[in-house]
């Protein structure tokens, strides 16, 4: 009876020998098997996570060159400075443009009336036919710089069935220290000097300063 026992004894022993051997070889490898599944599922969510992120990023690139465009119209329409010798001359091509035969504009004394933005009062004066005139109207709608006309008032200009035109109007800059008050202090507008064009007439670069005053 021992002798038929001692063969099954020792088929049972090597059994759980073999048995043990296998469960501590596997054992390491299913854990590093499911180390590994938990580092994938890890980087899989991490490669989502910089996805969204880049398709943000991608997003933030294309609103700020939208942004920058239009801080750069703001820009112009509101330059950072009062540059009056530029706006002189845009308002002198409008003038050669519309064919006027007079244009003058004196810019006063900024005054910062909001925060954050000086504002330029400019009288501006014309003489010109009724459809120079209009011209001119429409050029100064459309300028590059932003121009507010505050009063304007037409009366008949003299021989030509010519048209005088006088405008109160403001530009505007962020320039704060522009106007009375500000820190570090307030700046006068700087005088423009007279442009002479041709088949200009004696008053129109005669005018007192700071007025810039010329002909069509």
Sequence with gaps: MNERRGPIIA?????????????FLL??????????SDDLDAAV???QNLQSQLDQLKEAKREAKIVQKQLNRLETKVPPTADLPSFIRLLQNAANASAVDF???SPGAPAST???????PTAINVLGSFFSVEEFLF?????????RVVAITVTPGGEGGQLALTMTGEIYTT?????PGSVP???EPTPAAPVPTSGASPAATSAPSPAATTGG
Excluded: F, N, W
């Design 11 to 23: 088929a049972v022993v090597s059994a759980l020998v073999a048995l043990l051997a296998l469960v």
């Design 27 to 36: 054992l390491p490898r299913i854990s590093a098997v499911h180390k590994r």
């Design 45 to 47: 969510a991490q490669e």
């Design 103 to 105: 244009m003058s504009v």
């Design 114 to 120: 909001t925060p954050g933005i000086s504002t330029i």
């Design 139 to 147: 050029k100064l709608e459309t300028l590059p710089r932003a121009c």
């Design 175 to 179: 320039d704060t220290s522009a106007g």
């Design 185 to 187: 202090g307030s700046t």
